[in-house]
C-alpha cells in the first residue's frame, strides 16, 4: 500500500469539466469522482442511463450522437470547460462484431470530431482520450504491454480503439504540439470492476446476476488472464494526468497504461475463486462455445505511470471485488440510493489513500 497526496482538491474547486459518456460506467463513477472534489461537471452522452438520477451530479447534461459536430461544437462553446474527459464509445468487443460499422463511426469520427473542435479552444488546459488495453496488438505470450509498443487490432472493437490512439496523436503532432499545446493525453485501462456496470458479455456483471437475480453463470474462457483493477484505480489515475497535463509540460502529452499491480492479473477461474469467498453460494458452468475471438493473454506495464505520474494502483484484487460486491448487494437487496452510496465508497477510497 502506497499513500501518496496526487488529488489536488484546489485545482477542481469550481474547474469547470465536460465529461463524454458521462452516462457510461466509468463516466458515472468520475462524475461522482468530480463531484466531491467540487468541480462544475457537465456531461455529453448519446442517451440517458436507466439507471441511475444525475440530477445532483452535474450542472447540465447534453444528449447527442458525437459524430454530428456542429452540436457538440455549440456545447462546447455552451460549457466552456477547462477539461475534457473523452469516454464516450461504443464499449464493448462483443458489440463491435454485431455492429463493427457504428462502432467504428461512434469511436472514430467522435473522437475526430472533438479534437477538431477543441484545437481551436484556448481556454482547455487538460484533454484525455480514454481508449483501452486492447489497443495493443496481440501477442501469444504472457507479456505486459508498454506504451511503445505496437497498437492494432484483430476485432473491430479492438481496432477502433486502436485507431482513436492514431486519430489522437495525429491531431496532437500536427494541431497542437507545433502551438505549443501539450494538452492532449491517452489513457490505457481494461478489464475494469465496480458498482454499475450492467454490461453484457462481461465477466463481473455476469456474476452478479447469477448471485442477485437468479441467472445461471455461464463461463467461455476460464483460464484467460486479465488485468483486473478497480474503477476507482483508473479513474484516480485520469484526475492524476489531467491536474499533471494543464502545466502545458510536453512528458504528460502522451499515452499512459493505467494498469494493476502484478498480483491482480489473473485468471477468469481466480477471480471466480475470490468471489466465491465474498459468497459461497456462486456456482458456475464452463462452456465451449463458439464466439467472438478474445486474446488469452492480455496485461499492462504500469511503470510510465508509476514514474512520471506518481501513480500507483493500491487497491489488491479481493479488496476490489469486495467493494464491487457490497456495492451490488446494496442496490439489489437492500434498495439504497445508488449516487450516495457511490459516493460513500469514492470517500473511503479517499479517505484510505489520498488523504
Not at 90 to 107: C, R
Not at 125 to 131: D, F, G, M, N, R
Request: charged share 25%; proline share 3%.
Amino acid at each position: 500500500m502506497i499513500m501518496i497526496k496526487k488529488i489536488d482538491k484546489n485545482f477542481w474547486k469550481n474547474s469547470k469539466v465536460l465529461v463524454t459518456g458521462h452516462s457510461g460506467f466509468k463516466g458515472f463513477w468520475l462524475c461522482n469522482y468530480l463531484k466531491i472534489l467540487n468541480a462544475k461537471v457537465y456531461g455529453v452522452s448519446l442517451e440517458k442511463n436507466k439507471y441511475f438520477n444525475y440530477k445532483n451530479i452535474v450542472e447540465k447534461q447534453f444528449f447527442i450522437n458525437l459524430t454530428n459536430k456542429q452540436k457538440l461544437n455549440k456545447i462546447i462553446n455552451e460549457v466552456k470547460p477547462t477539461i475534457i474527459f473523452h469516454f464516450a464509445a461504443q464499449s464493448l468487443v462483443s458489440e463491435g462484431y454485431k455492429d463493427p460499422t457504428n462502432t467504428y463511426l461512434s469511436n472514430l469520427i467522435g473522437t475526430s470530431n472533438l479534437l477538431e473542435i477543441c484545437k481551436k479552444k484556448k481556454t482547455i488546459k487538460s484533454l484525455l482520450i480514454i481508449t483501452s488495453d486492447k489497443c495493443y496488438k496481440i501477442r501469444k505470450t504472457i507479456y505486459p504491454f508498454k506504451e511503445s509498443d505496437e497498437i492494432s487490432g484483430d476485432d473491430p472493437y479492438s481496432a477502433s480503439k486502436a485507431c482513436q490512439e492514431i486519430i489522437a496523436w495525429s491531431f496532437a503532432k500536427s494541431f497542437y504540439h507545433n502551438k505549443n499545446k501539450y494538452n492532449i493525453a491517452t489513457c490505457r485501462a481494461g478489464n475494469i470492476i465496480g458498482g454499475g456496470d450492467f454490461s453484457k458479455n462481461r465477466l463481473i456483471p455476469d456474476i452478479i446476476k447469477s448471485l442477485f437475480l437468479n441467472k445461471k453463470l455461464l463461463i467461455r474462457n476460464i483460464s484467460f488472464l486479465r488485468p483486473w483493477q478497480h474503477v476507482l484505480e483508473p479513474i484516480t489515475g485520469y484526475i492524476i494526468l489531467a491536474q499533471k497535463i494543464s502545466s502545458n509540460n510536453k512528458k504528460y502529452s502522451d499515452a499512459f497504461n493505467f494498469g494493476p499491480n502484478k498480483k491482480n492479473i489473473v485468471s477468469v477461474g481466480s477471480v471466480l475463486k475470490l468471489i466465491k469467498k465474498i459468497n459461497f453460494s456462486i456456482k458456475w458452468k464452463v462452456i465451449k462455445l463458439k464466439s467472438f475471438h478474445e486474446s488469452k493473454y492480455l496485461s499492462l506495464n504500469n511503470n510510465k505511470s508509476k514514474k512520471i505520474l506518481k501513480y500507483y494502483p493500491n487497491l489488491d484484487l479481493l479488496h476490489g471485488l469486495k467493494l464491487t460486491y457490497n456495492w451490488y448487494e446494496n442496490f439489489y437487496k437492500k434498495k439504497k440510493n445508488p449516487v450516495e452510496f457511490t459516493q460513500s465508497q469514492i470517500k473511503y477510497y479517499l479517505n484510505l489513500f489520498y488523504e
